[in-house]
């Protein structure tokens, strides 16, 4: 009686085996690899498409972010402390602000040329949840959304906008 391993079902049933834990192993190690949204982008995104959908309210309207910006370091909201001349330039609609697990952010939406919205998301940044976030901003598509997320000193931001990253690199 030949010995079981030199069957050749069972070396096409081992081969099988092993081809599909490699593709298994695979996935799910690219999976882990992908950049994922903190808990306070999530929520971010989620007031955006609220005010959006005119489910929620601005804190405040304001076509000037600088008034925008004076208004949230006025009640000790996070706030970029300049803005890019691309950004600079677009019309500002207004600002909200949340808090997320005991931290402060704030949303200022602008409203782009092209008829769309760009959001500058800010939040503080903490030594250990925000480690990973770096100078150069790191790009996530999820759904609709395309953001850009970097830090600069002591705070964490986040720019979004539903469309593509091509898109959103015009406003970097």
Excluded at 147 to 171: C, F, I
Aim: proline residues 5%.
């Amino acid at each position: 009686r030949p010995l079981r391993w030199t069957n050749p079902a069972f070396k096409w049933a081992l081969a099988a085996a092993l081809l599909v834990a490699a593709i298994m192993g695979s996935l799910i190690l690219r999976d882990m690899t992908k950049p994922r949204f903190a808990g306070w982008q999530t929520e971010a995104l989620q007031t955006v498409s609220s005010l959006v959908n005119g489910r929620s309210k601005f804190d405040v309207q304001s076509h000037s972010a600088a008034n925008l910006i004076a208004w949230l370091k006025t009640n000790r909201a996070p706030a970029a402390e300049t803005l890019p001349a691309n950004i600079e330039k677009l019309q500002s609609l207004g600002c909200k602000t949340f808090s997320w697990n005991g931290l402060p952010v704030s949303v200022i939406c602008f409203m782009r040329p092209d008829g769309g919205l760009i959001h500058l998301v800010t939040t503080v940044a903490t030594p250990a949840k925000d480690r990973a976030a770096k100078a150069e901003p790191i790009f996530v598509q999820q759904g609709e959304w395309s953001t850009a997320t970097w830090r600069d000193g002591d705070k964490v931001y986040m720019r979004a906008l539903e469309g593509s990253r091509d898109q959103l690199r015009s406003y970097l």
